[in-house]
């Protein structure tokens, strides 16, 4: 794939958003981008996603064309999840990015 594995999110910022409860776990994603495109992650979320738990996934490979080729990315106002136990290896970027979010009630990463 040349762009994120996988991909939720509706709502730039901290929007109204339809996005609740989702699980993302226990996948293997590799082999993004592959120098195609940039601005992209293995598991990607941009907006407010209340209950979301993003665990036990495995993420390695990721190649952008220029910047951001992440494991995992937490777009613009990505907030009210979780994201824990996850393995990132082998990416442009980093492991993590988060664009902003907010914190103690919001984003929790482990």
């Known amino acids: 794939m040349h762009y994120s594995g996988i991909a939720m999110g509706n709502s730039f910022g901290y929007g109204v958003t339809l996005n609740t409860d989702i699980l993302v776990t226990d996948n293997?994603?590799?082999h993004i981008g592959g120098g195609v495109l940039s601005d992209m992650a293995c598991i990607y979320n941009y907006g407010r996603a209340a209950g979301m738990l993003v665990a036990g996934n495995v993420c390695h490979d990721v190649e952008a064309a220029g910047y951001g080729g992440w494991g995992l990315?937490?777009?613009e106002g990505t907030s009210e999840t979780v994201w824990r136990d996850n393995v990132v290896y082998r990416t442009e970027s980093a492991g993590i990015h988060q664009h902003y979010g907010v914190g103690e009630s919001g984003a929790s990463l482990v």
């Open 73 to 75: 990315y937490l777009d």
């Open 28 to 30: 293997h994603v590799h």
